[in-house]
């Protein structure tokens, strides 16, 4: 039998699924206008930045952005068009593929990267007191356990 939410959950949910809405359009609204990415492009290019020597595994990155393989090799595919991203085969593994972000790919992510914390910072960050920001940050780590526990471990630390 379904048990309803109480006028407490409801208002808390309402909450949550209007940020859910509402806050990706904010954040791709910036990085369109600014550096011509939507905000998967941008996750994928600022994670492999942040990788040794600009490359990772196609499936370490899927997950440290939480991407599914096929919607990551279709925007790779995207960014590769672009100049941005190149796959190249595992040095010691052929049957594995790996993305390096191109020179052109690190000056997007450099001149890309102000704009957008700037707009996270206006939009979320700079709206909570320090003890709500840590209250966020379990909140999602609370739903992240039973929604997709294995990227948890990833969140933090972009290396392999």
Do not use: C
Not at 26 to 52: C, G, M, N
Not at 107 to 115: E, R, S, T
Not at 145 to 155: D, F, N, S
Request: zero cysteines; a negative charge.
């Amino acid at each position: 039998m379904t048990t309803w939410l109480d006028s407490r959950e409801m208002r808390a949910w309402r909450r949550f699924s209007s940020v859910l809405e509402l806050l990706p359009g904010v954040l791709e609204t910036q990085l369109k206008r600014d550096s011509d990415l939507t905000h998967f492009e941008y996750w994928v290019v600022a994670i492999l930045s942040e990788a040794p020597n600009r490359t990772l595994r196609m499936s370490t990155l899927a997950r440290h952005t939480s991407g599914t393989l096929p919607r990551l090799s279709h925007v790779v595919k995207r960014l590769e068009k672009r100049g941005l991203v190149e796959r190249t085969p595992h040095p010691d593994d052929a049957r594995v593929t790996n993305a390096h972000l191109t020179d052109a790919g690190w000056d997007l992510v450099v001149a890309a990267a102000p704009g957008h914390v700037a707009t996270v910072r206006e939009s979320l960050i700079d709206a909570l007191t320090p003890e709500q920001l840590d209250q966020l940050a379990a909140i999602g780590e609370a739903i992240l356990g039973r929604i997709a526990p294995e990227i948890l471990p990833t969140l933090d630390d972009h290396h392999d």
